[in-house]
T-cell receptor, first 113, second 114 residues
Framework: QKEVEQNSGPLSVPEGAIASLNCTYS??????FFWYRQYSGKSPELIMF????GDKEDGRFTAQLNKASQYVSLLIRDSQPSDSATYLC?????????????FGSGTKLNVKP | EPEVTQTPSHQVTQMGQEVILRCVPI?????FYWYRQILGQKVEFLVS????????KSEIFDDQFSVERPDGSNFTLKIRSTKLEDSAMYFC????????????FGPGTRLLVL
């Protein structure tokens, strides 16, 4: 069974702080890792992806991947109230031509003004 | 910016009825997917589609479900005889190429089966 695990939260941080979101996955063959943001009742919106071990930065967001530990994280610097949402970790497990995504249940982030 | 679109945004149907959910993927994308999300639960993979055929399907995607690309732009999901447990948000996604490509999600269709 291929699993993607996330803390459901809620994770509460004050405005301006760093929010740290974590995700573990079970399949060592996983090749691609994505963070999506989902507002209530809306669709997943891509934040960033990471394929290689290490850190990848995009604006206020940094994704970190450690394939040996089967762990991926997302750091949000200078958190804003508008960042309050559920953050979904998606792991791509390729099968031939396709990259089927397995999603975690999401971590709810509350950024308090 | 190109985006995936879906219609209708909401669909209410009676148990046992057929529904067709429609999606227009991003125009240069070749790989298409359907996912569903039951309220309060994870986003779950249903099916992937390429070159006019199903590439992979999950155990959820049983004989009640079918997908089709009836023309050059639309991608549809049909549920032949809806059950109460089919009530969920259905998301269409598309990606440009195979492998590790990012999937972009449409806004979803909220299906309610009564």
């Amino acid at each position: 069974q291929k699993e993607v695990e996330q803390n459901s939260g809620p994770l509460s941080v004050p405005e301006g702080a760093i929010a740290s979101l974590n995700c573990t996955y079970s399949d060592r063959g996983s090749q691609s890792f994505f963070w999506y943001r989902q507002y209530s009742g809306k669709s997943p919106e891509l934040i960033m992806f990471i394929y290689s071990n290490g850190d990848k930065e995009d604006g206020r967001f940094t994704a970190q991947l450690n394939k040996a530990s089967q762990y991926v994280s997302l750091l949000i610097r200078d958190s804003q109230p508008s960042d309050s949402a559920t953050y979904l970790c998606a792991v791509g497990m390729g099968s031939g031509n396709f990259n089927k995504f397995y999603f975690g249940s999401g971590t709810k982030l509350n950024v308090k003004p | 910016e190109p985006e995936v679109t879906q219609t209708p945004s909401h669909q209410v149907t009676q148990m046992g009825q057929e529904v067709i959910l429609r999606c227009v993927p991003i125009s240069n994308h070749l790989y298409f997917y359907w996912y569903r999300q039951i309220l309060g639960q994870k986003v779950e993979f249903l099916v992937s589609f390429y070159n006019n055929e199903i590439s992979e399907k999950s155990e959820i995607f049983d004989d009640q479900f079918s997908v089709e690309r009836p023309d050059g732009s639309n991608f549809t999901l049909k549920i032949r005889s809806t059950k109460l447990e089919d009530s969920a948000m259905y998301f269409c996604a598309s990606s440009e190429a195979r492998g590790q490509e990012t999937q972009y999600f449409g806004p979803g269709t909220r299906l309610l089966v009564l």
